[in-house]
Structure formats: C-alpha cells, structure tokens
C-alpha cells in the first residue's frame, strides 16, 4: 500500500515524468554544436546514435545523462517508504518520458540506457548482467539494438535467479516488452535480413 497521499503521489508522477522527458542528447547535440541526432542515422536520440556524429565525449555524456535519470530517482525512492515494486512501477513514467519528451513533441528514445538506470537503482547486480549482456552481444554481432532486446529478454531471468528482489521479475516483463516495443522496427530490420 502507498502511503503517500494521492496529492503527492499525482506530483510524483509528473515529476518523474519531466525528469524522464529531459533530451540529454539534444542538450549536448547543442552544447557540442553538432546535429540534432534526430536528424541522422536511425534518427533516436540517444547516446549511440550521438556516437555517428564522431563526438564520443557528446556520446558518453549523452548516456551518463540517460542512466541517471532512471537511476537517480530510484535511489531517492528507496529511501521512502514505497516499497520496491511500488518503485519499479513508478519508473515506467520516467519511461513514458523518456518516450513521449514534452520537450520534443511528445516523441523521444528507445529508454534503453534509463532502463539500464532504473534497474541499477534497483539492484546493482541486474544492472551489471544487462551491461555484460549488452557487451557481449554488441561484440559477436556489431548491433546494438540487437545486443539491447537481448539483454533485456534476459531481465525477468535475471531479477528471477539472481536478485534478493526476485518478486521483481513479473514486472520486468513489462520493462522487456517496453523495449520490445520501441525497437519493433529494429526487429523488422533483424528479420528481415533472415
């Protein structure tokens, strides 16, 4: 049960909301003086698109940016008194802003690196297997949206065998299939290819 008042909790919402919103990759695309990555590529805002422009300080920014906005806000929520999958529930507005930026017209990016954030505010070890599987992938197959729907089809496995939160694990099924989703032309790409 959330014990905080439906007032508070309606503030949460939109707080998280606008915190996932924020366009990292815009706001150094600017500061960089480099093109808008929506703009470019495949055309996501996101750190691995940034990396085509050649700037890999822009890039790296771009995704320290993006992890804490997940993770940042779940480390404060974990010191509440919401529960764990009261948290982990919460994060999907970061997502939905991340998503849907009220910065950039309601469309944003593909909430890889804020997932990965989320998770790292939730159990650290999850996080590093997700990175170690994205890794690993990315270095057999050179494709990163390949290397994140993999790791994230393992996250319920994960939460599941390796996590005290192991509850978790049903909604980390969410979290897939929101990855799923927003790499759904990725995966028309992949089997296209087949």
Request: glycine share 6%; aromatic share 12%; no cysteine.
């Amino acid at each position: 049960m959330i014990i905080i008042p439906t007032e508070n909790q309606l503030l949460l919402i939109f707080v998280l909301y606008i915190v996932g919103s924020i366009p990292f990759s815009i706001i150094f695309a600017r500061l960089f003086n480099l093109s808008d990555p929506r703009t470019f590529g495949s055309k996501n805002p996101g750190a691995t698109n940034m990396l085509r422009t050649g700037n890999k300080l822009a890039a790296i920014l771009t995704l320290i940016g993006d992890i804490a906005k997940g993770f940042l806000p779940i480390f404060l929520l974990k010191k509440t008194e919401l529960m764990v999958d009261e948290i982990y529930l919460l994060a999907f507005f970061i997502y939905l802003g991340h998503i849907f930026s009220v910065f950039m017209r309601l469309k944003g990016g593909k909430a890889v690196a804020t997932s990965i954030g989320v998770v790292l505010g939730i159990d650290y070890l999850i996080a590093i297997l997700l990175i170690l599987t994205w890794i690993i992938v990315y270095l057999i197959s050179r494709i990163s949206g390949l290397s994140a729907i993999t790791a994230f089809v393992l996250l319920p496995s994960f939460f599941y065998f390796f996590s005290n939160y192991d509850h978790l694990a049903s909604i980390s099924i969410f979290n897939t299939l929101l990855i799923l989703i927003t790499h759904r032309s990725n995966i028309v790409g992949l089997l296209s290819k087949n």
